[in-house]
């Protein structure tokens, strides 16, 4: 079935540094993939998204890139600030008419001052 | 806008007795979401509406799960009755498109269940 892996499943940085965060999708037909940041106790936002038609997006520090042949995506966020910290979710639209997401299972993102 | 509201926040239960969840979508979206969210995974989706049409129930557990969308806005999830491993983040989320959609889903706050 449709499957979403990621990883990895913490990561702990300095303030400044970079963090990168990985996922894989099984389903070759997906052709969207949001990233949404979710703070403890609170709902998943999102936070930025890609189609299958580009290989990469950024908005100021965060990007993300795609590679459709490897069918996988990557969240990076550079010049990380101690509020980046909370879990990540990556996602994949599902090969299903209807717009059901896949998510992976999460990354809990720690940015150390 | 206003967002995504869900009432309650917290509910919690004994096993066997039954729950019902609630959500109020943004305003005009047509397509709503009820994910469960276990601690420490991602959310799965239980069940999509497009306005009052179910698209997508295939994970909803029906044996105990049941959920509706009258006139296409609100809609409501019960569990009855309910199991220890139910206890999880219910979350509600909709989008502005119907039809297969890629369109952004933006998330209500979440009802936490425990079940004792």
């Known amino acids: 079935g449709e499957n979403v892996e990621q990883h990895p499943s913490t990561l702990s940085v300095q303030e400044g540094d970079s963090a990168v965060i990985k996922c894989t999708y099984s389903?070759?037909?997906?052709?969207?993939f949001p990233w949404y940041k979710q703070e403890l106790g609170k709902r998943p936002q999102l936070i930025i998204d890609?189609?299958?038609?580009?290989g990469e997006k950024k908005d100021q520090r965060i990007a993300v890139t795609l590679n459709k042949t490897a069918k996988h995506f990557s969240l990076h966020i550079t010049e990380t600030q101690p509020e980046d910290s909370a879990v990540y979710f990556c996602?994949?639209?599902?090969?299903?008419?209807?717009?059901?997401?896949?998510f992976g299972q999460g990354t809990t993102l720690q940015v150390k001052p | 806008e206003a967002g995504v509201a869900q009432s309650p926040r917290y509910k919690i239960i004994e096993k066997r007795q039954s729950v019902a969840f609630w959500c109020n979508p943004i305003?005009?979206?047509?397509?709503l979401y009820w994910y469960q969210q276990i601690l420490g995974q991602g959310p799965k989706l239980l069940i999509q509406?497009?306005?009052?049409?179910?698209?997508?129930d295939s994970q909803l557990p029906k044996d105990r799960f049941s959920a509706e969308r009258l006139k296409g806005v609100d809609s409501t999830l019960k569990i009855q009755p309910a199991k220890l491993e139910d206890s999880a983040v219910y979350l509600c989320?909709?989008?502005?498109?119907?039809?297969?959609?890629?369109?952004?889903?933006?998330f209500g706050p979440g009802t936490r269940l425990t079940v004792l």
């Open positions: 989320a909709s989008s502005l498109l119907a039809g297969g959609n890629t369109d952004t889903q933006y």
């Open positions: 389903d070759s037909a997906s052709n969207y």
């Open positions: 890609i189609r299958s038609n580009v």
């Open positions: 996602a994949a639209h599902g090969s299903s008419n209807t717009g059901k997401l896949i």
């Open positions: 305003s005009g979206h047509a397509t």
């Open positions: 509406f497009q306005n009052n049409g179910v698209v997508d």
